[in-house]
Each structure stands twice: as structure tokens, then as C-alpha cells.
């Protein structure tokens, strides 16, 4: 454990070993350094690990009520952890009075939990009954600074979304299920059929619902009624949510493609009013965390190779629908670790920071 070194708040960080929390260190290392000491908490499996943070090699510890030691008013715990560990903990540390900031799904529909992030709604961070405030999934965190600006010129109506998941949003299992996968089809031979995928990867398809590797999967999360899956009804529901449109129409598709970092969205947005693209496109070039990249004569458009590793959502492929003078269809892509996690989280935190500065 490091010994304070400011005056600034206590910061802990719960899942600092996993693939959020490893990019959370880097995003700490480069953000200006508001915090005090930094705490590293990770499950026992973890404990004595030793991880670089702002400079200082720090020995991650494991979750107990100890962990959390010194910890209180004006101080902060991260959970980058699964929504039961989240569901668990956040409560020992509100009871002595630290703010949880939680990016699992445990708190994400409490509606005495605020659901923040910081370009759109950035403001309901102070409202927070529970001492709790959550993070969105990251696909509606890919998508949600573009349709906020949009909403605000606009007023939107009815949103038409599909995903193109990186295999990282389901974690370090996630990643290195897609890496093995791939090596096992890199190493068989194939022919045009997939089931040479399927014979390739085997039954072991890690967390995902089908291979990966050189396939796309239109899954993620568990079934729901009517053939929505978990996750789609979740985009769904913090869509709304974080745009203050309780009643606002979406359909989401989830789809898994074989991309480790980096998540991509078709979005077919309707408004209440008509909308010129080229306006459009300047909306969203002036919009905070939203970068423009739409020449599509010079083959300019953001991929996900691009947004791994960045901090904004990068749009293009602005149109105007062909049919509807008040449709607009683009496509965005972000690092689902960083503005879809880790950056989120940090944000989030930096601004309750400043209330006790
Ligand atoms: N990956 C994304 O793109 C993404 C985006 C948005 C939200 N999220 C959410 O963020 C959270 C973390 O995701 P991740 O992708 O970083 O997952 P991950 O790679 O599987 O990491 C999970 C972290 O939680 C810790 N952990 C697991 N069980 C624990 C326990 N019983 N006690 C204490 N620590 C425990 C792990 O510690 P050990 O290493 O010691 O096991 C690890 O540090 C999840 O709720 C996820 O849904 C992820």
C-alpha cells in the first residue's frame, strides 16, 4: 500500500487487475493528479500483485472490510468488478461515508442511483440518495454523447441501433478467448464453410455464444421475453434514462464481432424535427468527447482500430435518411475499455473530487 501523499481525496479502485482497471491505472498515470492516496483492491487471487500507478509501483490488496480502512467522507471507491461483487461491497463503503462509483449493472436501474456521464448529464452526479453513482454499459456509452448533442438541437423521437461488440467488454476472458480462438483457426486449415470455424475453435467458445474468431455472433447477455436478450433491453433502458426520455422508442440489436478493443454502432436516429446532415455534422463536430471523421471521398471514417486507445467517440457516415426529412443514420465507434469504463469512471469521479475540493 502507498502512504498518502496529498491532501487531495482517497481514491480505491476495486477490480484493478482486470481489463477495465488495467486501462483505469494508465488513465490515472496521464489525467492531472487529483488524488491522494490510491488504494488497488482486487479478489484474494490477486493479493500481492504489485501494479504501476502514477509512477509508483503499488501492491494490489484484497477486498475485505480492512481493505477499506481510513476510508470516508469526501473519499471515493471505484467498482470495476462483476455486478454481484459491486451489489456486495458498495454498501460497506457508503456506510462510512466514502462515494461508490460503480461501473457493473448492479446499480445501473436504482433509480435512487444516479446513471452519469459527464458530457450529457454530467450534473446528476450531486444527486445521489444512496452515495452511489453508476456508470452505463458501454455500448450506450459509445453512443450516447452524439445523441445527446443531436438531442439537444433536435429533440429526438425513435432510435434504431445496432452494436459491433469488441470481444474486451466481456473482460479479460473476453480478449483472451478471441486470441485463442483465432490462433486455433490461424493454425487449421479452412475451407469456405464455417463449420470449419466451429471445428477449428471447438466447444470451448469462452463468453461468447458461438466462435469468434472470423465469425460475428448476434448475442451478448441473457434472454429475455420476446427474443431481446439482457443487454439490449439494458442499452435500451439507459438510453432513456441518461437523456431523460423515459417513453423515447429504441430497438437494439447486439451483435459480437472479432475486434479486442474498440466498439462500433450503426444508429438510425429520428427527430421531431428536420434535420440537415451537413448541420448535423457540425453539431457533432462541436460536441464534447465527440470526434467527426466523415470524408468519405478521401475514404475517411472512423474504424475501431482507430478508437482503441482514444478518449473520445469518433462518428462518420453522417446521411440523411433517403426517405424521412427527420432522420439521420451514422456510425460511431469508441474504446469500450476507456469511454465505455474506465475514463467514464474517472470522470465521474474527478467531478465528485471537486465538490470536496
Ligand atoms: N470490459 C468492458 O468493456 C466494460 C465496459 C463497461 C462496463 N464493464 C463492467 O466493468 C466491470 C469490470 O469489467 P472487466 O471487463 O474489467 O472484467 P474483468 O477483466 O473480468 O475484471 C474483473 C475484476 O474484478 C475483480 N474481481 C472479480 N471477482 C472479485 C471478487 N470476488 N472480489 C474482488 N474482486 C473481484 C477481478 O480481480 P482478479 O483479477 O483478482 O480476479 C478483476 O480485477 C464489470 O462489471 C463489467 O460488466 C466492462
Known amino acids: 500500500m502507498t502512504a498518502p501523499r496529498s491532501s487531495g481525496p482517497a481514491l480505491a479502485v476495486v477490480g484493478a487487475t482486470g481489463a477495465v482497471g488495467s486501462v483505469l491505472l494508465q488513465i490515472l498515470s496521464q489525467r492531472a493528479d487529483v488524488w491522494g492516496d490510491i488504494r488497488l483492491i482486487a479478489s484474494p487471487r490477486s493479493a500481492g500483485r504489485v501494479l504501476a500507478v502514477r509512477g509508483e509501483e503499488t501492491e494490489v490488496i484484497a477486498l475485505t472490510e480492512d481493505a477499506f480502512d481510513g476510508f470516508g467522507k469526501g473519499d471515493i471507491v471505484l ?39 459527464p458530457e450529457v448529464n454530467g450534473h446528476a452526479v450531486r444527486i445521489r440518495p444512496r452515495g452511489i453513482v453508476a456508470g452505463p454499459d458501454c455500448v450506450t456509452a459509445a453512443m450516447i454523447a452524439t445523441l445527446g448533442a443531436l438531442h439537444a438541437e433536435y429533440g ?89 426520455l423515459e ?42 468527447g465527440v470526434v467527426l471523421v466523415d470524408d468519405p471521398e478521401a475514404g475517411e471514417f472512423p474504424t475501431p482500430a482507430d478508437a482503441a486507445g482514444t478518449d473520445p467517440a469518433w462518428v462518420g457516415r453522417v446521411r440523411g435518411s433517403l426517405d424521412d426529412s427527420r432522420s439521420l443514420e451514422f456510425f460511431v465507434c469508441a474504446d469500450n475499455l476507456r469511454k465505455g469504463a474506465a475514463l467514464n469512471a474517472t470522470q465521474i469521479s474527478e467531478l465528485i473530487a471537486g465538490e470536496f475540493a
Open 79 to 117: 467498482f470495476l468488478t462483476p455486478a454481484e461483487v459491486s451489489a456486495r461491497w458498495a454498501p460497506v463503503v457508503t456506510a462510512r461515508g466514502a462515494v461508490v462509483v460503480d461501473q457493473s449493472a448492479a446499480f445501473r436501474e436504482d433509480p435512487e442511483v444516479p446513471l452519469v456521464v
Open 247 to 288: 417513453s423515447l422508442p429504441i430497438a437494439v440489436t447486439c451483435v459480437q464481432v472479432p475486434v479486442v478493443t474498440g466498439h462500433s454502432l450503426t444508429v438510425r436516429a429520428r427527430f421531431e424535427r428536420e434535420v440537415d446532415a451537413g448541420h448535423a455534422r457540425e453539431i457533432l463536430e462541436a460536441a464534447p
Open 156 to 244: 429526438l423521437a425513435d432510435l434504431a441501433v445496432s452494436s459491433y461488440q469488441a470481444a474486451s467488454a466481456a473482460g479479460r476472458a473476453g480478449s483472451e478467448a478471441l486470441r485463442r480462438q483465432l490462433s486455433l483457426v490461424a493454425g487449421s486449415t479452412l475451407g469456405e464453410q464455417t463449420g470449419d470455424v466451429r471445428r477449428a475453435v471447438g466447444e470451448d467458445t469462452g463468453p461468447f455464444a458461438a466462435p469468434l474468431a472470423l465469425n460475428v455472433v448476434p448475442w451478448s447477455g441473457e434472454l429475455r421475453e420476446g427474443g431481446w436478450s439482457s443487454h439490449e433491453l439494458a442499452v435500451r433502458a439507459e438510453t432513456r434514462r441518461i437523456l431523460g
